[in-house]
């Protein structure tokens, strides 16, 4: 085993041999495979904003088997997606990358401002699925929170006993946030210490902007002296919050934007101490070739070929 | 095995033998056997609507054992209704013709903006009764629609383990829906969608319209200029947007209508590359000798023998 | 079996010989054993109006074992009550009468538009106190019948596997209901369709009025001119709407009235096609000799020996 | 076994021999072991009222093994307190008096028109813990009753089926009751029946005065001319309520209040035909020589040796 | 054993074996191991407080291995923290100290009046980590404080039975309290009181102030005189009202302050009764060095050897 994920290992002594042997198959898969960095495909935009807006910019991907085909060759750490998506390619592709079952999903036809996702997979289907891990939304700040956090709570403890990993999308969102408040630097710290305190291996966050949201928080960024200036810093101060680098947290590319912001992210991340990117409408959304030349360059950034 | 039937089966290999070979049986049943098509009678209305309202206007269809006869006489793929209507029987035509049990139903006792069915039946009996699948509906919209989806969860996983086939009924309906919106074209698309990711084999869905509901899917029906001009293209949208065309289809008649309007919109679904129809309705409030007629036209038009 | 029986019993061939022998237990037993009519004794007001309002007509009442013995003199088909009462006789009288435990309840002391049942009895208790059935009050009209329903729903799964029937008692209430709209014939149709639908072995619904609450409904019965003008009629329009008579049908007596008043309707039950009535206060609220006296009327009425 | 022991045993008669070896046990011990007469002592005004409130005049009582003690040497029938009181001392005064799990609680930090007790204790714990008996309150006229009841009817079945006698305490409250109508005469007789036909072996109910709340039962009890005059005919009325003296029916002391006033209602439970009291306040806020006085005064009037 | 553990552990006796040894393996742990005397080290702060609030004053503490360190070192009791804090370490230090799930917890990304924590661990968690205890918050005074009251009945049981000790974090709040009223006197002492009638082996409370909130509380407190004139006073009225003493009572060091004002509370705590401390802010917010100062002078006045 390669000494950096021996170390990251060493960080989940508590669990047991079958997850953390699906931790390293997540970890030595792809081509950042032993850097202990992670590029994942999520699929799940045509469940969450409906799939012409998903889909439609890049027909292609209406069908399941294409997000498969793309995480291979671009060489991605793991593809995450709904239950539908992978029942529809997982005994064709078997074995062939790590799979994230999305175990919750929200749909914009009812939206409302303190969200709670519905649970649409169970642990028994991802193990069915042959899948390494689960992946699970929660809305910190939503008044529906705590059933989020106790739906977590019981799959969690599920799928470790199954010897799978367990992923976390933490985003805060809810009545008692303002929209800018959603990113903000304490606010996505916040999020990333409650996964880690719930028991997450893998951390997913939106990228932090410098603004502070709640009031407390504020006066101890600013006798502390919390270095929050540039991108890369937010990126450190928020991997320090999830147990001072000893989880996984890994960022969201969030919506299409130009590709040169996007590396300019990427490499904020890596320069930052973060793990990797989880890259979903910025790969799908354009034809294959250009997918992969896009997921290419964001590759070698956190492989380190490209600066 | 017919090709045609191989490979639609080829895009359920996830599933196990016991459910597969209920879709074959399905698809191989009638007289568009063989063919990938599907003509499905289902007789909720008296659940949902009342006696009178459903079956004043033929009254021969008061009588549970009336459907199964018409379904069969017919040549119809499969007979869809709630537990009652199937207990009454399903003993005296056992194994004649493909049973799909109707697990949750809604009256108009008491209506509400944002509906929820009660669940009324379980795989258990659908497994007494000797049926080859469960049928749901969901209402995508309604501020309930999450524990709608749970619910659906829970059955399907149930119904898949022992072997049965899923058909959900996605119909969109909510407080934040308009009543055009219920049937929109990217409302429509949307729904499809979601009744695949939550694992459906089959996927009953209303007749679109060229209105399109949200503004952010409008947005990009225009940017990529999306054909939904005709039903037949609508269809076509609808069919691709359930995982491009790897899910079984098929649109509901709706309310009793001109025979004329039924046929045409039977060829714009084959013609878009829709599986089939579930005619309810138009079936069983006419006498019976009209009913087989109208029947035989739709599935000439589907088998091909009528254009 | 007397071949009105066996004739009943066909209807019901889904259901395991448990059943069907609980089915014909109660079909047999009693004055009008084998007729295939039922003259069933229920005394659940106790819970329902408070013990003074129930009991303190005729003070014998107030012990449970009374009702027990009236059951017996009288020549009932079956007693049915909730579950104190039922304990404070079953061993007494095991094996005397047919007995149906009710298994929800309503109180007076808080009372609401919208109204559910408490469930008050399991299908287990029901099999320990030698019950042939289970009986369950559903309120559709009410914003809680959904509850209703799937709490008979998992109950009737339950009795029927034991061997149980099951006897529903279907009343519609609710804030979308007018008063007069709980009997209007529409609505009473409706709800013995609802009960046949969810299952039910047994209906008991109250005697329908001439009036139509629903105006989708209101078109129907005009347009086909359906003959609702005699009680006989609209008993006849009910027994039809469950299942075209394929289901037992039976009337409440509702509150204390003129005997012959009740006579007369149990004659329009009779004549109309019902199965029989459910009679309560009228019976028990009377001095034993006159209870006795009016039963016997009742039975002969049904019996047809009285005209 | 005491003539009149087998007599209240034979109401009980559907119970199994656990059970009724649990009844029987209760009522053989203590001073009036052997009546049929019980006086009870029940602790749990620590949660209810909070501690300083319920042991500070008497600051013995803070100590959990003074209620033990207490009830032992008063020569009381049985000794009822929440989990922890009796965990206390369940190992120490092991099989010295029955004891009766109170299941669950209510506390006055917030208090509400409509209320809900907590579950806090289960029939595994009534079991460990060596009791005879489960102990429950019930609030009929709550908007909250409906659960309460079900909550009552599972643990009752559990507890039935475990061998334990099931004690309820019926009092009415809720938003649609005055605060006189909690102890109005119709109420109390109707809470009576309500506990009865849940199941209820042992019904503790508050006394009643002449009042009464329901119009429809106002009605009745002047048209039949219930006498309720004295406090020890409404006692009759609300023994003959549950099931006609067929089911153990005991009164609340209530707040501390005149020892006269007390030993004269003791005379009108006992002349009413009421099988005793339950005391509390009236006994642990005194010191112990004068609670033993006390309680020496009721018993005797219970057991007669006192007019 | 040391006499005073046990005299400590008599108070247990309904426990079984394995939950007395676990109680035993706290009281004989660390510097205070035989005293009767408790200083726990609790870090939820970051999951209640967040990340930046919680360790930046001390940035080591965002490395959940610290706190194990630290608690050791100090020679404290026990170590309580959340699912994520134990397992980062608990392979690590395992048997080294003993350690308590907190088994609920809360976040201030929403905030409401009437709070209820998350369910965030379980028992087999707690097992597996191999935990002393389960620790869990109840809001007394909360709408909400009947769940948290049966969440922790439930798991409550299930820690007992499988031999591990209780610790609750009895905290009042809630609408109907003013803020002063959640550590008034009579409050706090309800607290405990309730927390001990729920079972719960070890009780943690504020400090109380000498304010009295409830008003029925107030007149019984006049009466008779209670002393709660200064904090000892008041401790040992606290500790009277958790079974007059027979129950391990300890208090919250609350947010950071002054040195003196701690020690002060300590001395405090120790003279009136009270077993220990729970201190978590005032140890893991200072540089580990003067943490351990710290720490040992809070230790020395409980073992006696600072007045």
Redesign the interface.
């Known amino acids: 085993m390669k000494e950096r994920i021996a170390q990251i290992l060493s ?5 047991n041999p079958g997850t953390r042997a699906n931790l390293v198959r997540i970890l030595n898969h792809g081509r950042l495979g032993g850097t202990g960095r992670l590029v994942i495909l999520p699929v799940d935009q ?2 969450e ?5 998903s889909f ?2 890049n ?1 292609a991907g ?3 088997l294409y997000h498969f085909q793309l995480a291979l060759e671009a060489g991605c750490t793991a593809y995450a997606a ?7 390619g ?3 592709y078997a074995g062939e990358i790590p799979l994230i079952l999305k175990a919750n ?1 929200h ?6 401002k ?1 969200p ?7 642990v ?2 991802a193990l ?2 042959g899948c390494a891990a689960i992946g699970f939304t929660i809305y ?4 529906q ?2 059933t989020m ?2 739906q977590l ?1 019981a799959l969690s ?1 599920e799928a470790k006993d199954a010897g799978l990993a367990v992923v976390v999308w933490s985003y ?1 969102r ?4 303002s929209k800018e408040g959603e990113t903000a630097i ?2 996505v ?6 996964a ?5 291996h893998i951390i997913k966050v939106k990228l932090p902007s410098a603004h502070i949201e ?1 009031t ?2 504020k006066k ?2 600013e006798k ?1 002296q ?1 270095p929050i200036g540039t991108l890369a810093e937010r990126v450190r ?1 928020v991997v ?2 999830a ?2 680098g ?1 989880r996984i947290v890994i960022f969201s590319g969030g919506a299409k934007a130009e590709d040169e912001r996007v590396f300019e992210e990427a490499r904020a991340i890596r320069d930052g101490g973060g793990f990797g990117s989880i890259i979903g409408r910025n790969s799908f959304q354009r034809p294959r070739a250009e997918a992969l030349k896009f997921l290419d360059t964001v590759i070698k950034i956190y492989g380190g070929e490209l600066k």
Not at 82 to 88: N, V, Y
Not at 189 to 194: C, D, F, N, T
């Open positions: 960080w989940y002594e508590s669990d045509g469940f904003h409906g799939p012409a807006r439609a910019p027909p209406y069908n399941p709904p239950l539908g998506f992978l029942e529809a997982a005994a064709r999903n749909d914009v036809l009812h939206d409302e303190d709670l996702s519905a649970v649409t997979a169970s028994r289907q069915r699925l910190p700040g939503s008044s929170s705590r956090y106790e709570r403890e805060p809810g009545s008692q946030l304490d606010v710290a916040y999020a990333a210490q409650i880690a305190q719930l028991g997450a709640l407390d928080a101890v960024y502390q919390i101060h320090q919050s147990f001072d000893r």
